[in-house]
């Protein structure tokens, strides 16, 4: 019976990717800091299981993933976006916050929870297609996204002896708690239960690179070979 861990797994795409493993037969550890939500979650299923930790509090991490033997798939899927609304006055704390939450936080995980991952496992990085080109009041999140994309390269490389498997992800809009707050037009939007689906597809086929909906990241890909003066003014004009 494969184990999976899930972090961010108390709403959005993290929730929907637990019903997804579970529906599956796997063995799921749904982690996030909402204690209620993740007992709603995992209290109808046997081979469902919550722990509660605050992933950018390194000691927490420590301590509610002390007793985890193995692992089959690690999935790190937690995050936050916070705008800088005024690049000119630029707000140094909400810089912060997107580094930590969505990439120093994924250190101490890795730290925690990469001895515990088989041989033969799977490492899932869930980053966002926000890295392909760069849109205002994104500085902070981009940035953070962006790093989680090199590091997932790299870590590839680095665990290759190991046989260990890294699977990147690269997320369109995606209807959540998260994005229900963005006042801008979504384009192709999906439901976490179709994120979660294409997530589950990519892993199993322990593919590399996994990105969706496919009309909307080609499409980014193909704004990026443009000179960087013509995607700055359209989506400058797109956003205004």
């Known amino acids: 019976m494969q184990k999976v861990l899930i972090t961010g797994a108390s709403s959005g795409i993290g929730a929907a990717l637990y019903s997804q493993y579970i529906s599956q037969g796997f063995n799921v550890i749904a982690c996030g800091r909402n204690q209620q939500k993740l007992e709603e979650l995992t209290q109808a299923h046997v081979k469902g299981t919550g722990l509660v930790f605050d992933v950018t509090q390194q000691q927490q ?5 002390r007793d985890i033997d193995e692992l089959d798939i690690l999935i790190l899927n937690a995050g936050d976006c916070k705008y800088i609304d005024d690049a000119k006055h630029f707000d140094a704390s ?3 916050h997107n580094i930590e939450t969505n990439l120093i936080s994924v250190g101490y995980l ?3 929870l990469l001895p515990k991952l088989k041989h033969g496992g799977q490492l899932v990085l869930v980053s966002s297609s926000a890295t392909i080109v760069p849109f205002p009041r994104a500085e902070g999140y981009g940035a953070s996204k962006a790093g989680m994309d090199y590091l997932a390269k790299s870590l590839t ?3 290759k002896p190991h046989n260990i498997d890294v699977s990147l992800v690269h997320p369109g809009f995606v209807k959540t708690p998260l994005t229900d707050k963005n006042d801008f037009s979504m ?3 999906i439901d976490a239960e179709q994120a979660a689906q294409a997530i589950f597809a990519g892993v199993s086929k322990r593919k590399r690179y996994i990105h969706f909906p496919k009309r909307l990241t080609l499409l980014l890909k193909m704004f990026s070979l443009l000179p960087f003066a013509w995607w ?4 400058s004009r797109t956003t205004r």
């Open 232 to 235: 700055s003014k359209m989506i």
């Open 187 to 189: 384009p192709f939007l």
């Open 110 to 112: 890795l730290e925690s």
């Open 157 to 159: 490389i680095d665990l």
């Open 94 to 96: 909400l810089f912060k």
């Open 61 to 65: 991490v420590v301590e509610a993933t």
